[in-house]
């Protein structure tokens, strides 16, 4: 099994989302090759990597100092 991360996909779907969007051909050509790799896990985009990368930092950092409760 692989598990396929990315942010947005250049689709119908995020058409009114403004940011960087990853093609659908790159999606799957990255998706087949981590599985013929035998990957457990494909990270297809920047956005991607970084959220990952930030998983072993202290959550805070995903948070807005405004939304903070006390």
């Known amino acids: 099994m692989t598990g396929l991360h990315l942010g947005a996909a ?3 779907t995020s058409a009114d989302y403004d940011g960087d969007r990853i093609d659908p051909a790159e999606i ?3 998706a087949v090759d981590g ?12 956005w991607s990597a970084h ?8 959550p805070s950092a995903f948070y807005h100092p405004a939304s903070a409760v006390g």
């Open 10 to 12: 250049d689709t119908d």
């Open 28 to 30: 799957v050509r990255l």
């Open 35 to 46: 599985i013929e790799a035998g990957k457990p896990e494909v990270v297809a985009d920047k």
């Open 51 to 58: 959220v990952k990368a930030s998983l072993a930092e202290d």
